[in-house]
């Protein structure tokens, strides 16, 4: 839980799997900014051991977020010096939506997709629309999400499995360096519950195989036990954990 080199490493993958707009790097820490769509990429990260953080850098990267119009928020991953969140804490920065890294072995039986998930490396305007709109909500925004992955430089799979001929779930897999990272997978709201969600994750997974990946990383909310449930039945246990301090009373958009 505290091996700062695999922290560090899917933490790049991750930064190379769900690209940003800007990029600003401070004396180990990265804030990245994409128009305040989710906070993986709207957030300060720690990429160096031990990194602290002071008034001085702390008042100057809250300055770069509000100028960008996005609510000021750091995402720390553990690696980063105890006296980070102590001083997050004191400056009013509220502690959200704690999320697991989750890693699975894949195996090589684990090279077979499910027949009904089409799998296409390019990003779709049909695949973009129909998840952003699965997800609703903050993430209904579908032009902004088409901006990011059509930013990712790495060898994709954008899944979609169908029934009846009727999309019903998406998925992306992003493989980089041995490792599969599973992004934006979705169920449509009606069809939750059934294990199709199960079927994009696995054959994603197989994907990666057939790409050489030997490890699958994914990341998933702390509170969504359901979705916990699934990924531990498919052999995923954390790897480690990651929370956000985020400053109340900015803008909305994160």
Known sequence: MNDHSLIIG??????????????????????????????????????????????????Y????????????TFRLNGIEAPQVDELLKERGFKDIEPTHVLTAPIRIGDCESDPEVSLDPQVSKRWVRAAAESYGGDKADDETLMRIVSRIRQKTAFATLSL?????????????????????????????????????????MAWGCREGAHTAYLQVREENEIARS??????????YRYTHRVMPGRSSSV
């Open 10 to 59: 899917l933490e790049s993958r991750l930064l190379n799997a769900w690209p940003s707009f800007d990029y600003q790097l401070y004396d180990g820490w990265v804030l990245r900014l994409a128009n305040g769509y989710s906070k993986r990429a709207n957030s300060a990260t720690p990429f160096r051991p031990d990194i602290g953080l002071d008034d001085e850098l702390l008042d």
């Open 61 to 72: 990267m809250v300055a770069r977020f509000v100028e960008a119009n996005v609510r000021p």
């Open 164 to 204: 009846d001929e009727r999309p019903v779930a998406w998925g992306l897999g992003v493989v980089e360096r041995g490792y599969v990272g599973l992004y934006d997978i979705v169920v449509a709201p009606d069809l939750r519950g059934i294990g199709l969600g199960r079927r994009v994750v696995a054959s994603l």
């Open 230 to 239: 699934l990924y531990g039945a498919l052999g995923f246990e954390t790897a």
